[in-house]
């Protein structure tokens, strides 16, 4: 394995240069982190014996522009709260709002935060980020520890480990997007092929709030239970109102022995998910147009697909939906993880 730590000359709102630490293993595989936002920016795979970029991009100084959470680590809560507001232990909770009137990804949240590298191995880099009482309108202080691993198999391994101080909404997850034939400029990410270990999906309106109770997945759109190119039955049924799949699949009680596989057009790569997590939010980059590349060109619609692992979204105003997740009580561990291998 192979360690290196970077500074960049572009400058962070704080006035200070971004950070880079690089990984590599026996392999060749190249994995590449920010500590803006703990952002993975890069992750390059041997295929064919040469380096396969298969993360969406761009340069360091355009992470600030990007509204698209490119790689990024997304907190208090990942995904959509209705109305920027949820009740907790009979009390009204009212939350910073960013899209429209409700809130997306935690406000102004952890991806728009320098976190501290705590540590950085051979193998690993851990970075430790302080999140306090009445951050976005979330109750209690939580200290958020997160691990990025690379194997000698391939295989990056994320872990979050939080403890609040006080009951509190808490879903973590890396937003990254992936294109594993041609992440650098973002060919259609429709012909890749999914298979998703989910029997029950949840609709949501236009603005990608769920608007009524987990569905199954059977003759429906959604159904990726077998292997299918992501494009076959595209922009039908509920996808109509989100312009392409932005849904929630609750996987199945043995997802974590694989949640989820992507596989390239030409079937050269795929990419195996694995997570401790409940549940798996699929988006197909609907509204990628105008995001910038690493080339300082811009992608199009549908040039990457994120697969987020976390809890459902809105749980916070769903006590139905509490079961899988997304509420932490005061010194509890909120601890998840998921690795993401390449074959």
Known sequence: MLKTLQKTTALAPDNQPFQIVTLSNKNGMKVQFMDWGATWISCQVPVNGELREVLLGCRAEDYLQQSAFLGATVGRYANRIANARFELNGQTFPLTANQGVHQLHGGDGFDKRRWKIEKCGENFVTFCLNSVDGDQGFPGNVEVVLNYELSEDNALTVRFHATPDKDTPLNLTNHAYFNLNNAIRGCDVRGHSLQLNADYFLPVDTDGIP??????????????????????????????????????????????????????????????????????????GNYLAGVPTRLGSSYADYAGIALETQALPDTPNHPEWQQYGGITKAGETYRHWTTFRFI
């Open 211 to 284: 608007n009524a109770p987990l569905k199954s997945v059977e003759a429906t759109s959604f159904d990726f239970l077998e292997e299918k190119p992501i494009g076959l039955d595209f922009l039908q049924e509920e996808q109509q109102l989100t312009k392409g799949y932005d849904h929630a699949f609750l996987l199945n009680s043995n997802a974590e022995k694989t949640c989820a596989i992507l596989t390239a057009l030409d079937r050269s790569l795929s990419l195996q998910v694995f997570t401790s997590q409940p549940a798996l939010q699929v988006y197909t």
